[in-house]
């Protein structure tokens, strides 16, 4: 809480707030006040919060706060779970609802700004389904949403624009390097024109230049032209290479074309398809929608603090050492029949592991292909002319030039990155260092604390033994290689399968007329299965009448049973002070003078008397100090005066003392002599 505090009170020292607090002015403060900053807080994030909360309902502000709170996404913390409570507190003022939204707000305050903004455009209001009925309400509706979504879309244009790198400064600047540029061509000109017009026949020797410069251009488009053509050429080759190839493979596969070797590779396609319907694509939608679910997860859950971190951390460590406690426990229990087991358990793994490896293989070559064939599709309808020819256009040049200037700044950045990452290396490299220096540290400190203990090498053997693991499971690697034999047995199970399946064809029809059996009692059973429901629905409903009127029964009967309570409690108390009466009147009517002292009669006329005679005393006393009231004032004025006197006769001597002495005084006898 401490932590909180003072980072809270820290921010709110910044700017724009600058509250100039510290941790006891900030704690100290009222509830009223508390709730100003909170609402000051909130206007730096939304501007349409500032107000004086001293001029505004208490309920109002806890809603207006409440509904911005709930949009900007805050949870209160687990002991405040309940709205209402949450809302009390947030009334009042309380410091343990107060301090953590302002420790939040603070945490993510330009985050939340942009969540404001986009919440005034992108929270769509709330329209019933009985107004949209109206033609004109729904036609509006329907354009309000094309607006929120084309908000979106000029949102997301605006943000990618600038995390591109581009900016209008860099634009302002290539314009005008350019125009200076272009400056200093024309000058350059004007001065060579200058030059030449002192030279004779500069005109015919203009033209002789023009005519060189159009030779030369013509020769480069020629030259242009010839290694087009060559391209082409070598192009229509590859082409012609690649057609022979195909039909090549084409005339192989149509001598190979035999109904067996294709019901083979149909049956292989329809096993490998099945295989990836079945199993391993749904595993992967599993994996996916437990990854979609955990991701909710996380944004649903309020933003984590170092010390949640820190918590998180602390939990992962206590579950790491207690799954190394288990796996120590395993391989000291050494089960033979676990380790017979684990071999059978080892091999089906590896099988498993080769099967679905070569199934993502499959996936990723036929991705690949499909890929390479829509780009070949792509390049064959785009890069080629009317003769043949390829042609790069206007706007795909402007989009290889943005291309090129996107790589350009991406290769600043991942060379920025680089060298930061290499930086971070060099520290990585000391952390490794002074991680193996402590590790060595350890390692002693452990052989020392075995050597005391008497168990000297056990981690030694700790870590032959996860040695010798590894060793055994690479053995078991390469026991699985010996699958491919397996693999020609199955081939030979399928094969008796066939046959089986032609023994198994009498029976098969059997099972048709036992179908056709199936679905007629299929049929009976969904008649009996709606009797059943229409049965059950009618016992429901009166098992519903009854349970209402049980209930009924039972208020009736629990407020029966209030009244009895309270009738009996009150024929309690009357037969208590009955009791209690009683016993005052056989007091009161006994002779006994002790009884009749213990009466409360007698005790309240006791008091009585003696208030009475407390009462005619202090009269008394009353009366003797108003007839000795005016000498006493009197005899207190003249104690006054007396101190008055005696005052001004000591400022008189401190006068005296103070000043400069003129001579001795001398009392002698009663006399006072000036001796100068």
């Known amino acids: 809480m401490s932590e909180q505090l003072k980072f809270i009170v820290q921010q709110l020292n910044m700017e724009p707030f600058r509250k100039n607090f510290n941790l006891i002015t900030f704690d100290s403060l009222e509830p009223m006040q508390l709730l100003q900053i ?39 913390p687990g002991n405040f779970s309940d709205v209402s409570s949450f809302r009390q507190g947030l009334v009042t003022g309380s410091k343990p609802v107060v301090h953590p939204i302002l420790h939040w707000l603070l945490q993510k305050v330009p985050e939340l700004k942009k969540r404001a903004y986009l919440a005034r455009f992108l929270v769509k209001l709330e329209v019933p389904a009985e107004f949209l009925q109206d033609d004109i309400i729904n036609d509006t509706y329907h354009q309000y949403e094309e607006l929120v979504e084309g908000f979106k879309t000029y949102h997301k244009e605006c943000e990618n624009l600038r995390s591109s790198g581009f900016s209008t400064a860099e634009i302002r600047r290539d314009i005008s390097a350019m125009e200076e540029e272009k400056d200093q061509l024309l000058k350059r000109v004007e001065r060579l024109k200058r030059r030449v017009e002192s030279v004779s026949n500069h005109q015919r020797m203009l033209e002789q230049a023009r005519q060189l410069r159009v030779e030369k251009e013509r020769e480069e488009s020629l ?26 493979d084409l005339r192989q596969a149509a001598a190979d074309a035999h109904p067996e070797s294709l019901m083979k590779r149909l049956e292989e396609e329809i096993k490998i398809n099945s295989y990836m319907v079945t199993e391993k694509l749904p595993k992967e939608l599993e994996g996916l929608r437990r990854t979609v679910q955990y991701m909710q997860k996380v944004s649903s ?51 498993i592991r080769k099967k679905e490896s070569k199934a993502e293989e499959l996936q990723e070559a036929r991705e690949e292909l499909a890929a390479a064939e829509k780009e070949l599709k792509q390049r064959s309808s785009q890069g080629q002319g009317s003769n043949g020819e390829e042609v790069i256009r206007g706007d795909e040049l402007k989009r290889l030039v943005a291309k090129l200037r996107s790589k350009g700044t991406t290769y600043k950045k991942r060379r920025q990155e680089l060298a930061e990452l290499r930086a971070e290396y060099g520290v990585l490299q000391r952390t490794e260092e002074l991680l193996r220096q402590k590790h ?22 700790q870590e032959e033994l996860e040695r010798v693991s590894a060793i055994k499971s690479d053995l078991d690697e390469k026991k699985g290689r010996t699958l491919d034999d397996m693999s020609e047995m199955v081939k030979k199970l399928n094969s008796m399968i066939v046959e089986k399946k032609s023994a198994l064809a009498p029976i098969i029809k059997e099972l048709r007329s036992l179908r056709q059996r199936r679905v007629e009692l299929n049929q009976e059973y969904e008649e009996k299965k709606a009797q059943y429901e229409s049965c059950a629905a009618g016992l429901e409903s009166n098992r519903s009448k009854l349970e209402q009127e049980v209930k009924a029964l039972r208020e009736e009967m629990a407020q029966n049973e209030n009244r009895y309570h309270y009738i009996n409690s009150m024929s309690e108390i009357i037969e208590m002070q009955i009791q209690r009466a009683a016993g005052e009147m056989k007091a ?36 003797v100090v108003r007839e000795n ?3 006493n004032m009197e005899q207190m004025q003249m104690w006054r005066d007396l101190e008055q006197l005696m005052e001004c006769k000591r400022q008189c001597f401190i006068k005296a003392q103070n000043q400069v002495s003129i001579g001795q005084v001398i009392q002698e006898g009663g006399e006072d002599r000036l001796v100068l």
């Open 38 to 76: 909170l609402n000051d807080v909130l206007s730096e994030i939304d501007p349409k919060q500032a107000m004086d909360i001293r001029e505004e309902m208490p309920e109002q502000t806890v809603k207006r706060m409440s509904s911005l709170l709930g949009m900007l996404k805050y949870k209160p």
């Open 629 to 631: 009231h005016s000498a």
């Open 301 to 351: 859950e309020p933003a984590m603090g170092q010390a949640d971190l820190q918590e998180m951390e602390g939990k992962i460590k206590e579950v790491d050492s207690q799954i190394n406690q288990l796996i120590e426990k395993k391989m000291m229990r050494n089960d033979p029949m676990d380790d017979k087991l684990t071999l059978y358990r080892q091999q089906a793994s590896i099988i």
């Open 440 to 461: 060595d540290i350890v390692q002693q400190k452990l052989q020392t604390v075995e050597a005391q203990k008497g168990i000297s090498g056990y981690s030694d053997t």
């Open 223 to 248: 030259t242009h032209q010839k290694q087009e053509q060559k391209n082409q050429l070598f192009q229509a080759e590859q082409r012609l290479l690649r057609l022979q190839q195909q039909l090549k």
């Open 588 to 623: 009161y009517v006994s002779s006994d003078p002790q009884e009749k002292k213990k009466t409360i009669r007698e005790v309240y006329m006791k008091n009585i008397a003696e208030q009475e005679l407390l009462g005619k005393k202090l009269r008394e006393e009353q009366k």
